[in-house]
């Protein structure tokens, strides 16, 4: 037996599954019949790359491809792939039953103890993940390897296994394999990582096959980007060495992650987080980086002031990261800066009810005043999903205002004492090490029940409280005391994350003693009453992070506090699934919402061990329902869902379509965004929502005006759906621009926007070039037209230039009369606004006013082509676009035509690569050249590579397309191709192909136009 063969072997050890069968570990077992080779077949010792009949491809939007398989060895000594049609059989446990003989008769359970765990492990589990791209038809040559077990794999186990099934993928091409740790290995194989590297084997996941980056909450952000580890970002804090101006750039981010300008993380987070909720609330832009070329860039702009904007419109991801270095200076920074400063926080003042607690059930939100936002929108709950909702009870701020009015030793109340110790405070904090051990003072204060607490009658009035029958609270089950301040959950702040919930016994505080154990859990050795979670909840108001949001909203606080929300708590070992789902109400016949879910008690709103929850889209309409898994929970075997697919699903939006309701009914607002946290439990399969809240959203009234920030580009003619062939061949050329970094104001918009710009253009067959600022070149003029000021156009009107500008607009003009036909050009920058709203970004480079429009005025008539065919001009329109990088997606075209005199042009070129959000058909344009090869106009063939001597023009969806070849304007053409031309008179050769057979037609040099 060779050293793989052992390798493999070590990892499954004998268990006795019955009698008369024989574990592999004692040397008897009988090796299984091998599956036929046949595709028909639902098992086989091998997989095809890239299309097998076995692959399943995955339902979700990002979900890759993936064919599981088992190892076993035999008897030989040889170790066996066996994948398994994932049609027939989406789990592991039904192929092995039904195909594999060692496994005949067994239990779910008993297979899991057969392969799961490395004592008694008779089998191999694992997976091929294959890329499975919607928007490309050529998928990237990987796929990655999968190894599922509870026990984690050596790092020597893992090379022998991968080395196994590599070798039974089947590709025609070579194909790069890649780890795929599963949730249960990934702790072990980043720890090896170094040493399975060394092997060839890299760790990576199948987001290195995601379309595009991730963004979990929209915003912009100018400040310093730092990279901190993710467990190191509060050491970094409360050094000073991260503080809340800067942008962090990190490998994962943790629940408590203080307030910062922006958060760019390198590793999957959640949709749902804490952190993405609080940061949805104050507009921080928070994104997972992807996309290879993204992450480069961005870790070479570390210590670099940078400008970030994050948004995600309707399934178009803009990810957009300025390098402002050199570019704005402190004065500059601060002014935009100051566009992102928090107003005033409205809150509802603390007020007393006159007693220490009431039912939640007939709650409003306006109660917030009295007991917190989160027990006044859990009435909602209450009235309208009273059988899915845990009955509850609130404890008002009454209790909270008569714990801080307490007198301590010195003769100072505990309110007083507080407010002494925080004074020296302000925003942001000038050190942060200090502030964070006064407010665990503070805390420490609070839960000492030794020199502080509550009275005998306080609690005596609690305690008559909970036991009130209405409640119906089991004294020996654990009551769960939720945070709920006026500074959380209300219409314009979310507080998120920020306070915590304790789990108290009611009996330990009713049998009169303080002797343990726990009768509500007989495995704690000390009692665990409910006054004792009360000043662990109350502590929380002092929570770093909430007390920082606090002081950066200028909360006054003595007009905010703690009251508590309460219900039986959730066992971890009851819960089957927990979740948090996001309800969109934008039409009266539809609802909108997204789950996240995760299996048992494992947190959506603070994931920190790599835990990946599941993403489902549900839409709710008057006439139907809809359910689309978005992606999959890495705790879940692949092809499987976190709860009952698609029943659940529907189950669970039905209920939150009904606290939509009451919400609208409540509140008398038909559009809105709430947030519900929910849970499926045992033993009933029960589905509860436990929490609603608003969720704020940014006012989308246009209030504040944008700053233009210098970054310079590259543009080019668009050579796609615009003008016409001839004009995109005359005016073809290449510009430099940078853009002054000014705040869009009608008069800082009085002069030129461009700083410097340079044209490389061609003219009688001659490259030129134009360089300094637009200003200064000839006879140059300028012109701005603000919104709603007209078109701003010439005489002649260009398309539908009628329309009142809803932007503004600015002209630059210049004359350039030195060539045989002068011309005049007019370079228009468009969709300059003039407001922008707070839902959008503050900053704006070049780019964001899309292409820029070049027209051009002749003295003498052009040849054009329009709807009719050839005719003449006087006016050339083309676009300008940012220049196309070449790109490994990039799409490659090969035409080619036959004249009728016998001709034939063979063309390449690219498109670039198709777009990656939803869209209502596509027009490609040309994103480059590869080669043009005419053929029987000359002795030997023309070849062109250049990108002035070649032009297209696609008509719609690239149903027909125009190509113009210029000969005389390819660098290197030989004299004697160039003379042949022009003794037969050709300059352009014009290709017309469409539907039907195509056209070619010459012009020559002395033809009209040209």
């Not at 040397?27 to 091998?34: E, I, L, R």
Request: aromatic share 10%.
């Amino acid at each position: 037996m060779n050293s793989l063969s052992k390798a493999i072997v070590a990892t499954i050890t004998a268990i006795a599954v019955g009698q008369g069968t024989i574990g592999w570990g004692q040397g008897k077992a009988k090796p299984p019949v091998p599956p036929a080779e046949d595709p028909n077949l639902f098992w086989r010792e091998h997989v095809r790359l890239p299309e097998d009949s076995f692959l399943v491809h995955g339902t979700a939007q990002n979900e890759a491809s993936w064919v599981k398989f088992t190892i076993l060895p035999q008897a030989d000594g040889v170790q066996k792939v066996y994948f398994q049609d994932g049609h027939t059989y989406p789990f592991h446990y039904q192929g092995a039953l039904a195909n594999l003989e060692l496994f005949a008769g067994m239990t779910a359970d008993q297979f899991d103890l057969a392969t799961l765990y490395r004592e008694g492990r008779k089998a191999v589990l694992g997976a091929v993940i294959a890329p499975s791209i919607w928007w490309t038809a050529t998928q990237p040559a990987e796929y990655g390897v999968q190894l599922v077990g509870r026990d984690p794999f050596t790092p020597e186990e893992v090379a022998a296994i991968f080395d196994v099934v590599r070798q039974a993928v089947k590709t025609e091409t070579p194909y790069r394999a890649f780890y795929f740790p599963t949730y249960e290995q990934r702790a072990a194989a980043l720890a090896n990582k170094d040493w399975l590297e060394s092997q060839g084997i890299v760790i990576s996941s199948s987001d290195r096959w995601a379309s595009g980056n991730t963004i979990y909450s929209n915003g912009w952000a100018l400040g310093t980007l730092k990279f901190v580890e993710g467990g190191s970002i509060r050491e970094a804090y409360l050094a000073g060495r991260l503080g809340p101006g800067d942008i962090l750039l990190t490998d994962g981010v943790p629940a408590e992650t203080p307030y910062l300008a922006g958060i760019i993380t390198l590793s999957p987070s959640t949709p749902n987080s804490h952190v993405a909720i609080l940061s949805k609330t104050n507009g921080i832009p928070f994104l997972h980086l992807v996309v290879a070329e993204d992450v480069t860039r961005v870790q070479a702009l570390v210590g670099h002031r940078i400008c970030l904007r994050a948004y995600d419109a309707h399934g178009w991801t803009t990810v957009r990261v300025t390098d402002a270095d050199g570019i704005l200076d402190d004065a500059m920074a601060r002014e935009i800066l100051a566009l992102k400063k928090a107003g005033p926080l409205a809150i509802s003042p603390v007020t007393l009810r006159g007693d220490y607690g009431t039912s939640v059930d007939a709650l409003m939100p306006s109660d917030i005043r009295y007991v917190g936002g989160k027990a006044a929108n859990f009435g909602m709950l209450r009235r309208a999903i009273p059988e899915n909702s845990p009955v509850a009870a609130a404890l008002s701020f009454d209790l909270w205002t008569d714990f801080l009015s307490q007198e301590l030793p010195d003769g100072r109340t505990l309110r007083a004492t507080i407010a002494e110790r925080l004074s020296p405070f302000t925003y942001p904090p000038s050190d942060m090490a200090s502030l964070s051990r006064v407010l665990g003072d503070v805390r420490d204060l609070i839960e000492d029940g030794k020199s502080i607490g509550f009275t005998d009658a306080q609690k005596q009035a609690v305690l008559s409280f909970l036991q009130e029958p209405q409640f119906g609270f089991d004294s020996a089950k654990n009551l769960r005391f939720r945070s709920s301040t006026n500074v959380e959950d209300g219409r314009e702040f979310t507080g998120a994350g920020l306070y915590e919930s304790y789990s108290g016994c009611l009996a330990d505080d009713l049998d009169g003693d303080d002797k343990g154990p726990c009768h509500c859990d007989p495995t704690r050795g000390k009692e665990r009453g409910v006054f004792t979670a009360i000043r662990k909840v109350f502590a929380s108001f002092y929570n770093e992070n909430a007390y920082l949001e606090r002081l950066r909203q200028g909360v006054d606080e003595s007009q905010v506090g703690m009251a508590l929300l309460v219900h039986h708590s959730f066992p971890d070992e009851d819960e089957l699934a927990n979740g948090v789902a996001v309800v969109r109400r934008d039409s009266e016949w539809s609802w909108d919402i997204t789950l996240v879910t995760q299996a048992g008690a494992v947190s959506v709103t603070n994931p920190e061990d790599g835990s990946i929850p599941e993403e489902v889209l549900v839409t709710m309409y008057s006439f139907g329902r809809y359910a689309q898994l978005v992606r999959q929970s890495n705790l879940v075997q692949l092809g499987a869902t976190v709860m009952e697919w698609e029943s659940d699903y529907y189950a669970l939006g039905e209920l939150l379509v009904k606290v939509g309701e009451e919400f609208a009914l409540t509140t008398g607002r038909d559009r809105f965004v709430l947030e519900m946290e929910y849970k499926k439990t045992a033993p009933e399969d029960t589905l509860v929502v436990k929490q609603v809240r608003e969720v704020p959203q940014a006012n989308e009234t246009p209030s504040i005006t944008p700053f233009l920030i210098k970054e310079p580009a590259e543009y080019v003619v668009l050579q796609g759906e615009f003008g016409d062939v001839f004009a995109n061949h005359r005016l073809k050329s290449r510009w430099h621009f940078a853009t002054r970094s000014l705040q869009l104001t009608a008069e800082n918009l009085s002069s030129s926007l461009y700083e410097a710009a340079s044209c490389e253009y061609m003219a009688d067959g001659v490259l030129d070039r134009l360089e300094g600022a637009p200003s200064q070149w000839p006879q140059a003029s300028y012109s701005y037209t603000p919104p709603g000021g007209g078109s701003g156009q010439p005489d002649e009107p260009i398309s539908d230039s009628d329309v009142v500008a809803t932007d503004g607009r600015t002209i630059d003009t210049w004359t350039i009369d030195d060539v045989g036909n002068p011309r005049t050009y007019r370079l228009h920058t468009e969709n300059i606004p003039a407001a922008v709203s707070p839902s959008e970004s503050a900053i704006l480079t070049l780019e964001d006013f899309r292409d820029l429009l070049l027209e051009v005025d002749y003295e003498r008539p052009v040849l054009q082509w329009n709807w009719e065919g050839p005719a003449m001009t006087a006016r050339d329109q083309v676009r300008l676009c940012r220049a196309f990088k070449p790109s490994s997606e990039d799409l490659l075209q090969n035409r080619r035509f036959e004249g009728s005199d016998g001709a034939t042009i063979e063309v390449s070129f690219y498109w670039p690569p198709s777009p990656k959000g939803p869209t209502a058909g596509y027009t490609a344009p040309l994103a480059r050249w590869v080669e043009t090869r005419i053929a029987g106009y000359t002795t030997e063939p023309i070849v062109l590579h250049g990108e002035y001597s070649q032009t297209y023009r696609p008509e719609h969806h690239n149903f027909a397309e125009h190509f113009l070849f210029e000969p005389q304007l390819e660098p290197g053409l030989p004299p004697t191709i160039l003379a042949e031309l022009k003794a037969r008179d050709i300059r352009y050769i014009h290709v017309l192909a469409g539907m039907d057979s195509p056209t070619i037609t010459t012009y020559g040099y002395g033809d009209e136009g040209l």
